[in-house]
């Protein structure tokens, strides 16, 4: 019987254990004034996360994009920084998870039946065009850095300080680099 627990425990762990965001490929191409990013992120709740979400607690999701010149000698300069918003809400009287951009009408948000589908959607960008202040030079070279967090200053104000205190609420990925493309 022992035997047997033991050999389920890393199965029931599992779960719990594969909850997080993570980055997963990054395509950044630049123009004179224009970045276009493509990419998908791995977005995996966990299940108090899930329930708050079933319970009609929206959250809200921020992509971090940070630009930057790369250079030789010093220290990398940094030319932009982007934080997009993204929200995930669950409608009780039609079942359907809704996914759009913070500021976003009902009508420019999308439906979805299932939670997974609606992570897919969330975690995806698609040509997503971000303008620059300045010109880039042609001859340098950029690097675009990225991650995904979970916002808990969106969350309503009852729920932050357990959002602060629980690993369950916790949901970032690690920073990642990647090359600019021209």
Not at 15 to 29: D, E, M, W, Y
Not at 92 to 112: H, I, M, T
Not at 151 to 156: G, S, Y
């Amino acid at each position: 019987m022992c035997t047997l627990v033991t050999g389920m425990l890393p199965l029931l762990c599992a779960p719990a254990l594969a909850a997080g965001f993570a980055v997963g490929a990054i395509q950044p191409r630049a123009t004179e004034r224009i970045l276009q990013v493509n990419g998908n992120f791995d977005l995996s709740l966990t299940p108090k996360v899930e329930e708050a979400i079933g319970k009609g607690i929206p959250i809200q999701l921020v992509f971090d994009l940070r630009l930057y010149r790369q250079r030789p000698l010093i220290w990398d300069e940094r030319i932009k920084t982007w934080d997009l918003r993204r929200e995930l809400s669950y409608h009780a009287l039609s079942g359907q998870y809704l996914v759009g951009g913070v500021s976003a009408v009902p009508a420019d948000r999308e439906s979805f039946t299932s939670l997974n589908e609606a992570l897919t959607e969330l975690g995806t960008l698609d040509t997503v065009a971000l303008s620059i202040d300045q010109a880039l030079a042609a001859d340098a070279a950029y690097r675009l850095d990225v991650r995904v967090r979970l916002d808990i200053e969106a969350l309503p104000s009852l729920l932050r300080p357990v959002a602060y205190t629980s690993r369950d609420w916790n949901l970032n990925s690690e920073w990642t680099t990647w090359k600019v493309q021209r």
